[in-house]
T-cell receptor
Framework: DAGVIQSPRHEVTEMGQEVTLRCKPI?????LFWYRQTMMRGLELLIY????????DSGMPEDRFSAKMPNASFSTLKIQPSEPRDSAVYFC???????????FGAGTRLSVL | GESVGLHLPTLSVQEGDNSIINCAYS??????FIWYKQESGKGPQFIID?????DKRQGQRVTVLLNKTVKHLSLQIAATQPGDSAVYFC?????????FGAGTTVTVRA
């Protein structure tokens, strides 16, 4: 398996624009997680899905953030409108189960100007 | 609130020596812990995990020790190599979600 695949690797956009980050989990993994990493706050869980259903979105910063998982092999994290404080590295991870190893993608580095 | 934290933010080690990275956790109900390694520009990479019914677990050149009495976790790396230079995170399962510590930066001196 190629592991968790994220795209794009880098995204530069202007404040107010819509940003969509994409993730393909490892085949067969029932859980998918979206994290955000910043120097100030470290690695934070935003939301996670089980069998394509959002289970816990308590980490989503505000209504500008939304995530979907239309099928078992694809998920998106959307920010609309984007703001400079959204600049961070966003990671997607997947796992077979909770209390199990989460495998991370390479991340998307987002810069909002 | 309860959180996972690391004792030291940086560690400098001579190549060939053993490294010990420490982690304190405060949620006594946590029963699953993971160590990750993150190299610059990459995502966190799984190193080793341990469940609370164990005190020690060994992998290839790595050993994780869990002391539930004092809520302490450590990662030992044997014969540290230049490729071990990275940021190391411990994570605990907190209400079925992983909570990550701040990370320890390990630098290996040649």
């Amino acid at each position: 398996d190629a592991g968790v695949i994220q795209s794009p690797r880098h995204e530069v956009t202007e404040m107010g624009q819509e940003v969509t980050l994409r993730c393909k989990p490892i085949s067969g993994h029932d859980y998918l997680f979206w994290y955000r990493q910043t120097m100030m706050r470290g690695l934070e869980l935003l939301i996670y899905f089980n069998n394509n259903v959002p289970i816990d979105d308590s980490g989503m910063p505000e209504d500008r953030f939304s995530a979907k998982m239309p099928n078992a092999s694809f998920s998106t994290l959307k920010i609309q409108p984007s703001e400079p404080r959204d600049s961070a590295v966003y990671f997607c991870a997947s796992s077979l189960d909770l209390k199990n190893i989460q495998y991370f993608g390479a991340g998307t580095r987002l810069s909002v100007l | 609130g309860e959180s996972v934290g690391l004792h030291l933010p940086t560690l400098s080690v001579q190549e060939g020596d053993n490294s010990i990275i420490n982690c304190a956790y405060s949620n006594s109900a946590s029963d699953y812990f993971i160590w990750y390694k993150q190299e610059s520009g990459k995502g966190p990479q799984f190193i080793i995990d341990i469940r609370s019914n164990m005190d020690k677990r060994q992998g290839q050149r790595v050993t994780v020790l869990l002391n539930k009495t004092v809520k302490h976790l450590s990662l030992q790396i044997a014969a540290t190599q230049p490729g071990d230079s990275a940021v190391y995170f411990c994570a605990e399962d907190n209400d079925y979600k992983l909570s990550f510590g701040a990370g320890t930066t390990v630098t290996v001196r040649a």
